[in-house]
């Protein structure tokens, strides 16, 4: 069974919020290229409405024009490797499709936030991608988006994560270097930036002068470290974090419900930020009881191996916010076919108008978790027959959360994303 890719699914939300864009005159020039969006998709015009047997809509017509800059190599690929380049390249020269590296295999965390390379690499790519959602184009007045591919959320990662650290200066001047270029462009002049595509999905990404492209299209986490007048879901796009733990592929055993002997696992920090104190509280609550494993660990690759096949062997996955609302640990739960129990007031999840998550998810608040013995009677709650659900609904998206270079081929509407059907 195929359906959209990840980065299908976020390059289709671009669409709809160009489209938002052209329709609402929120562009400076009141135009995004010459691409009439609105009327290539029926479920957008407004007396049209989203219902459970509603399906992801194909392009019927042009696909998105996207123009993406070429950028000197020390703003994205070069952050990869310390490594030099082979052939006497100095990096000046953007990258190709012929000279992208590939995602490093043992970059640990820094993979969470990789939506930057993937979105680039997906560009890059050509006639390799998964259908027609959208085209590079090299005129620049042909284009519907502009797509920086700075990779700023690796830059936070790889240049001093402490404000103390001399190296945090080589992020700043990326940060300078990137807005100078930009405010050079004719197109950002054009529009003040409005139609150009900016990953920053790290929360600490762009650190310094993020308010600065605050009128872009920004692909975030959540929006927990911003102001709503910074970052907000009129304009910007929540894409999933990259899972660390590895797909569970061979899922079929005779009795699912049986073979997943924990009722409920988590395994990570428990000392965090903001609404993820709520992390510190839980483990107090959730002493005692058997079947449930609530254990603290930082993120080696041992306690990645053990929290994997923790993940797999438990028939629900805890989800609680971290130093945000979101965590990545969602995304490592629905690859491990998991239910997710998600615990956070504030989190808003990517592709939640196209994924119905309480398909297979549950939701509590925060107040609710943390009633001594609630969460756990509720779970025990669930019949046998509605997990099995949850479950084979898990197993039939989580392929939705998979970025992928070269793009995986399928075929435009074959996969029905509300009701899982062919």
Request: net charge positive; proline share 6%.
């Amino acid at each position: 069974m195929v359906g959209k890719s990840v980065i299908s699914l976020v390059i289709f939300i671009i669409i709809i919020f160009t489209t938002y864009l052209i329709t609402s005159g929120g562009l400076v020039a009141g135009r995004i290229g010459s691409v009439d969006l609105r009327s290539q998709f029926s479920f957008l015009s407004p007396s049209s409405s989203r219902n459970e047997t509603s399906i992801l809509p194909c392009r019927s017509g042009s696909p998105l024009r996207v123009f993406m800059y070429d950028l000197p190599k020390r703003f994205n690929v070069a952050m990869l490797s310390k490594k030099k380049f082979a052939g006497g390249d100095d990096g000046s020269s953007p990258v190709t499709a012929g000279n992208l590296p590939p995602w490093p295999r043992n970059s640990g965390l820094k993979q969470q936030h990789s939506v930057e390379y993937w979105m680039m690499a997906s560009l890059l790519c050509g006639n390799c991608s998964d259908g027609n959602e959208a085209v590079r184009v090299s005129d620049p007045e042909a284009a519907d988006v502009f797509f920086v591919p700075f990779f700023s959320s690796l830059s936070f990662n790889t240049h001093g994560r402490n404000m103390t650290d001399p190296d945090t200066e080589i992020d700043r001047r990326l940060q300078v270097d990137i807005l100078k270029f930009l405010r050079q462009s004719t197109y950002w002049q054009r529009t003040a930036g409005r139609d150009h595509v900016i990953p920053m999905h790290h929360p600490n990404a762009f650190r310094f002068l993020r308010e600065e492209v605050n009128a872009s299209i920004l692909i975030v986490a959540d929006f927990g470290r911003y102001s709503k007048d910074m970052s907000n879901l009129r304009k910007d796009i929540v894409a999933p974090y990259m899972h660390v733990m590895e797909s569970l592929l061979d899922d079929d055993p005779p009795d699912p419900y049986k073979s997943r002997t924990t009722l409920l696992f988590f395994q990570g920090r428990t000392v965090r930020k903001s609404e993820g104190k709520v992390r510190a509280k839980l483990e107090k609550i959730l002493k005692g009881y058997k079947d449930v494993h609530y254990e603290s660990s930082y993120a080696t690759k041992e306690s990645i191996t053990a929290s994997s096949e923790g993940m797999r062997s438990s028939k629900f996955c805890l989800n609680p916010a971290g130093d945000t609302p979101s965590s990545n640990r969602l995304f490592d739960a629905i690859v491990s076919h998991c239910i997710p129990v998600i615990v956070s007031d504030l989190i808003e999840l990517p592709f939640e108008d196209e994924l119905d998550y309480t398909k297979f998810s549950i939701f509590f608040s925060v107040k609710e978790a943390l009633v001594p013995g609630y969460m756990v009677q509720q779970l025990r709650k669930i019949p046998k027959d509605r997990w099995l659900e949850m479950w084979k609904r898990l197993k039939e998206v989580a392929h939705h959360f998979e970025y992928q270079y070269p793009p995986k081929k399928r075929r435009c509407c074959e996969y029905d994303l509300e009701t899982g059907s062919t």
